[in-house]
């Protein structure tokens, strides 16, 4: 589940300084895989971020379906990674209420973000909106 890689696209546009604080918009997709052997459904949002930083992330939850159509988590995972930068931010949910997402990611060399993400996601679609906001820790 977690094992999913983001690569950084290579472009002229710099990434964003590590000390500074960001906002960005994001468009992507949702999907969602049938319950496994364990009754486990996994939800993946791959979204990319547009405006004044530009970059893509991955957001994986795995757990139990619930009655209102979304997951009772048990696994999760987070991929971030700005254009032109080739580091890679992993990291786990942190917290969850309803399509608010906190995230706190982190890179190899220990550079970490807290990301606070606003999901809209209309029912029975796949495509997925919102923003996020980024900061470092």
Known sequence: LLAHTVSAETTAK???ARTKSFHARLVGRLTETSADANGLV????????????R??????LQGIPADDGGVSMTANGVAFALVGSP?????????LQGSQIAARVTTAS???LELQIALRIQPGQARV????DGTPV
Do not use: C, F, K, M
Request: glycine share 18%; net charge negative.
């Open 129 to 132: 909106t919102g923003v996020v």
């Open 14 to 16: 710099s990434p964003v």
């Open 87 to 95: 580091e890679l931010y992993e990291g786990q949910i942190v917290g």
């Open 55 to 60: 970059g893509t992330l991955r957001v994986v």
């Open 110 to 112: 220990g550079n970490g």
């Open 42 to 53: 996994a939800i993946r949002i791959d979204s990319t971020l547009v405006g004044s930083v």
